[in-house]
């Protein structure tokens, strides 16, 4: 079965940066993609990220493209998020996910409704 457990996440300053881990067990990284995804106070919960299986194509939200940054490492079978230049409005809870396999990612990365593994969470909080 597949899990993911997410650690990471805490306080820091504007313009400090974070990094959060997703490390996947029941499954390997060449097979399964993951997506980020935060729930900020007020709004739905947005996908903001995500990396593809197996080649590492790499898709990014407009709110957070050019500040933050996923990668994985296959071996460990982690991904990470690297948040840079944080802002109080990135402040929220933050989760990664495994979608159903072979899902066209390009298309459907950003909506949660296809992804069925899911972290457990990790709060992130932007303040002075």
């Known amino acids: 079965q597949v899990q993911v457990v997410q650690s990471g996440g805490g306080l820091v300053q504007p313009g400090g940066s974070l990094r959060l881990s997703c490390a996947v067990s029941?499954?390997?990284?060449?097979?399964?993609?993951i997506g980020w995804f935060r729930r900020v106070p007020g709004k739905e919960r947005e996908g903001i990220s995500a990396?593809?299986?197996?080649?590492?194509?790499?898709y990014y939200a407009d709110s957070v493209k050019g500040r933050f940054t996923v990668s994985k490492d296959n071996a460990k079978n982690t991904v990470y998020l690297q948040m840079n230049n944080l802002e109080p409005e990135d402040t929220g809870v933050y989760y990664c996910?495994?979608?159903?396999?072979?899902?066209?990612?390009?298309?459907?990365?950003?909506?949660?409704?296809?992804?069925?593994?899911w972290g457990q969470g990790a709060q992130v909080t932007v303040s002075s």
């Open positions: 996910a495994a979608p159903t396999p072979d899902m066209d990612l390009s298309a459907f990365w950003p909506f949660e409704i296809y992804y069925d593994y």
């Open positions: 029941g499954a390997t990284l060449n097979r399964y993609d």
């Open positions: 990396i593809s299986a197996g080649d590492g194509v790499k």
